[in-house]
């Protein structure tokens, strides 16, 4: 499943190329102001930090909620306390977009993550050029070649990699690269299944000062408790923010 999630990702970058060419998307990426400082804005503080995710659908969830103005749904996220917003940009299965990214840009001054299935340069300009200023990088879709290389790309544009792990061993490929900022997904992108105990299991292999998110199945102020706790410094949150009143959700996470 996460093969087919990424080949469809590359196939509709691909048909976006030929409108777009890389030189032109280079052009506009580099054009950009800076990039904001995500892990400034994640940094540890004496409450949980949230990614509230910008997400209307996903394969293991179906049709989550229909989100007609991202931008406004972003504007309540930043107006509630979150430190970044995460825009599902995948057409396919999240019913995302790169439009609703840049709609959110426009909307928020807090960092803006693409939540993409990343395996080419040309998709991380994509979305310098579309106002992120982080991009998702998931361990177990890439070789260690290929994710060194993206990982490099993306520091390159001034922007941070959020790199994403599912088992101790990708953890351990993720603190090889360097990564300053490691997610947990609870959620195996192959599988589906769910291992809420898989933060806690590998938090201590996270070395100190690298920034530790908790991500997926975060439903309820226990999920949170439970991962800080375990010593995340920041959850990523979707479904929950995505199915409530968003502002009273993120008030009640940021009790903890
Ligand atoms: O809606 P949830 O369960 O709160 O999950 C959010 C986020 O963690 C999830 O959307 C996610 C984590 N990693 C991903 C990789 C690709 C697509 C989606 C994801």
């Not at 590359?10 to 280079?26: G, M, T």
Request: charge should be negative; glycine fraction near 6%; avoid cysteine.
């Amino acid at each position: 499943m996460l093969d087919q999630l990424l080949q469809g990702s590359l196939e509709d970058a691909k048909s976006r190329r030929q409108i777009r060419p890389y030189a032109a998307v280079e052009a506009e990426a580099l054009a950009r102001p800076t990039a904001l400082d995500a892990l400034a804005h994640l940094a540890p503080a004496d409450h949980i930090r949230v990614i509230a995710e910008v997400k209307r659908a996903s394969p293991s969830r179906g049709d989550l909620a229909e989100i007609a103005e991202p931008h406004a749904l972003a504007s309540q996220y930043e107006a509630g306390g979150a430190s970044v917003v995460s825009v599902l940009t995948e057409e396919r299965k999240f019913k995302g977009s790169l439009d609703d990214l840049e709609a959110v840009r426009k909307a928020v001054s807090i960092p803006v993550l693409r939540k993409e299935f990343i395996g080419e340069e040309y998709q991380i300009l994509e979305a310098r050029a579309a106002g992120a200023d982080l991009v998702l990088l998931i361990v177990a879709a890439l070789p260690q070649e290929t994710l060194e290389r993206l990982y490099a790309f993306t520091l390159e544009l001034g922007m941070t990699p959020l790199v994403e792990a599912h088992s101790a061993d990708e953890v351990a490929r993720s603190v090889d690269l360097g990564a300053q900022l490691i997610g947990v997904n609870a959620r195996d992108l192959s599988t589906f299944e769910l291992d809420r105990d898989l933060f806690g299991r590998v938090a201590d292999q996270i070395p100190a000062g690298v920034i530790r998110v908790a991500e997926s199945a975060v439903l309820g102020v226990d999920d949170v408790v439970r991962y800080r706790e375990a010593g995340a410094d920041a959850i990523l949150v979707g479904e929950a923010l995505v199915t409530s009143d968003p502002i009273a959700t993120l008030a009640s996470f940021l009790s903890v």
